[in-house]
């Protein structure tokens, strides 16, 4: 069986936690079947592996309708395959339309949802209109949707009430706890700037509304002084919101000292060093399908502190690996805090505790590094997704 999975993100250029699954899976699947990756951006080199590039006659477009050129670019490349497999709404379109020229199921997986993700808008303009109407396409003709968590699975059903349920299915993002695994370094930790004698929180995140680095900053005011604050964030959504954050760290520097932002890629050599180093992890995020940032802090070690919303709550276990922080959202597909002084109360509470006995956050960290490898290896979703795989072609035959 030859699967072609279509996806913006691929190693070297990944971002986001969608392009750390699809890596991760596609090595995990090419132990079992015949895969071939169709990728935005600059050639690579790799076997099986190409990619596409903007078209000139579009280089001026609104970033919605380059990424819709970029997709009919990979169509024809598709025949041949017996399923093609897309991730993110910059990907579906490549997959719906190759399963109608080509005659084969396409398959979803889901990463976010549009819907529930209108802070876009800010991003992308009218081509928002776009991004969401590709994905409702491709999410009710697929053959099968993958959702990356239980509350992934209940986001598309409530999205898209039209799917019928038997046609979503719940495999989670992984971890590779090889790769991912604890790593003191001491000088490597000094370069970053942290002081491995004083409680450590780190944040590592996309700078974005759903991630809720504001909601952080200012629960910061209010931690312990002892306490530093690492940030790993970058690639901005718009110039409004990196404007908003740089005010933000601007004034936390003023009123307090260990406030460290780091906003280039780090390699993940300095990531590991630093989640091993922190005496916790933080993922304030108001939006967040899975998480797969959440299980690389667990993979190195650290407790997680994460908003009890999206599938947080299926990774991080309360009390157990860290501490879960309740919100009460509004509807509006924003995932706003109803209250949002209480969130930050509640978040400062919960980083406050951990941060104060740094021999039960190590506990938490052990007992997070054993869930990580035990309940989210890629063999098992390589060989869960494997047998979609089969069981959908089989299917359309």
Same mark, same amino acid.
């Given at each position: 069986?030859?699967?072609?999975?279509?996806?913006?993100?691929?190693?070297?250029?990944?971002?986001?936690?969608?392009?750390?699954?699809?890596?991760?899976?596609?090595?995990?699947?090419?132990?079992?079947?015949?895969?071939?990756?169709?990728? %935005?951006?600059?050639?690579?080199?790799?076997?099986? !592996?190409?990619?596409?590039?903007?078209?000139?006659?579009?280089?001026?477009?609104?970033?919605?309708?380059?990424?819709?050129?970029?997709?009919?670019?990979?169509?024809?490349?598709?025949?041949?395959?017996?399923?093609?497999?897309?991730?993110?709404?910059?990907?579906?379109?490549?997959?719906?339309?190759?399963?109608?020229?080509?005659?084969?199921?396409?398959?979803?997986?889901?990463?976010?949802?549009?819907?529930?993700?209108?802070?876009?808008?800010?991003?992308?303009?009218?081509?928002?209109?776009?991004?969401?109407?590709?994905?409702?396409?491709?999410? !009710?003709?697929?053959?099968?949707?993958?959702?990356?968590?239980?509350?992934?699975?209940?986001?598309?059903?409530?999205?898209?009430?039209?799917?019928?349920?038997?046609?979503?299915?719940?495999?989670?993002?992984?971890?590779?706890?090889?790769?991912?695994?604890?790593?003191?370094?001491?000088?490597?930790?000094?370069?970053?700037?942290?002081?491995?004698?004083?409680?450590?929180?780190?944040?590592?995140?996309?700078?974005?509304?759903?991630?809720?680095?504001?909601?952080?900053?200012?629960?910061?005011?209010?931690?312990?002084?002892?306490?530093?604050?690492?940030?790993?964030?970058?690639?901005?959504?718009?110039?409004?919101?990196?404007?908003?954050?740089?005010?933000?760290?601007?004034?936390?520097?003023?009123?307090?000292?260990?406030?460290?932002?780091?906003?280039?890629?780090?390699?993940?050599?300095?990531?590991?060093?630093?989640?091993?180093?922190?005496?916790? %992890?933080?993922?304030?995020?108001?939006?967040?399908?899975?998480?797969?940032?959440?299980?690389?802090?667990?993979?190195?070690?650290?407790?997680?502190?994460?908003?009890?919303?999206?599938?947080?709550?299926?990774?991080?276990?309360?009390?157990?690996?860290?501490?879960?922080?309740?919100?009460?959202?509004?509807?509006?597909?924003?995932?706003?805090?109803?209250?949002?002084?209480? %969130?930050?109360?509640?978040?400062?509470?919960?980083?406050?505790?951990?941060?104060?006995?740094?021999?039960?956050?190590?506990? %938490?960290?052990?007992?997070?590094?054993?869930?990580?490898?035990?309940?989210?290896?890629?063999?098992?979703?390589?060989?869960?997704?494997?047998?979609?795989?089969?069981?959908?072609?089989?299917?359309?035959?």
């Amino acid at each position: 069986m030859r699967v072609d999975i279509v996806s913006k993100e691929y190693p070297p250029e990944v971002y986001g936690g969608a392009g750390v699954h699809v890596a991760e899976l596609v090595r995990a699947l090419r132990e079992r079947i015949d895969v071939r990756v169709r990728a %935005f951006g600059a050639p690579r080199e790799e076997a099986g !592996t190409t990619a596409y590039a903007v078209p000139a006659e579009l280089s001026q477009a609104n970033t919605a309708i380059q990424t819709l050129g970029v997709d009919l670019a990979m169509v024809g490349d598709i025949a041949g395959a017996d399923l093609v497999h897309s991730h993110t709404w910059y990907a579906n379109f490549a997959g719906h339309t190759a399963s109608l020229l080509h005659g084969i199921p396409h398959i979803v997986s889901a990463h976010s949802l549009e819907p529930l993700r209108p802070w876009k808008a800010e991003q992308l303009g009218g081509g928002y209109a776009v991004s969401s109407w590709v994905e409702r396409t491709a999410y !009710t003709s697929a053959a099968a949707v993958v959702a990356v968590s239980g509350g992934m699975r209940s986001d598309i059903l409530r999205c898209y009430p039209e799917i019928d349920p038997a046609k979503v299915h719940v495999i989670y993002n992984g971890i590779d706890t090889e790769e991912w695994a604890p790593l003191e370094d001491p000088e490597t930790l000094s370069a970053l700037g942290v002081d491995a004698d004083r409680p450590s929180i780190v944040f590592v995140g996309r700078i974005t509304r759903q991630k809720g680095l504001p909601y952080l900053l200012r629960a910061a005011a209010h931690l312990p002084p002892d306490v530093q604050l690492v940030l790993c964030a970058g690639a901005p959504d718009t110039p409004e919101i990196l404007a908003e954050v740089e005010d933000a760290v601007r004034r936390l520097q003023e009123s307090r000292d260990g406030v460290i932002w780091h906003d280039r890629v780090l390699s993940r050599r300095e990531l590991r060093v630093l989640l091993t180093a922190a005496t916790t %992890f933080v993922c304030p995020s108001v939006y967040e399908p899975l998480g797969i940032v959440n299980l690389e802090a667990m993979a190195c070690g650290a407790a997680v502190v994460g908003t009890a919303t999206g599938g947080i709550p299926e990774v991080v276990e309360d009390g157990v690996t860290g501490r879960l922080v309740p919100i009460e959202q509004m509807q509006d597909g924003t995932g706003t805090p109803i209250n949002p002084d209480r %969130f930050v109360a509640d978040l400062a509470s919960a980083l406050t505790e951990v941060t104060a006995d740094r021999l039960r956050a190590r506990e %938490f960290g052990e007992a997070g590094r054993r869930r990580a490898a035990e309940r989210f290896s890629w063999t098992q979703i390589a060989a869960q997704t494997a047998e979609l795989y089969a069981t959908v072609v089989a299917a359309s035959r």
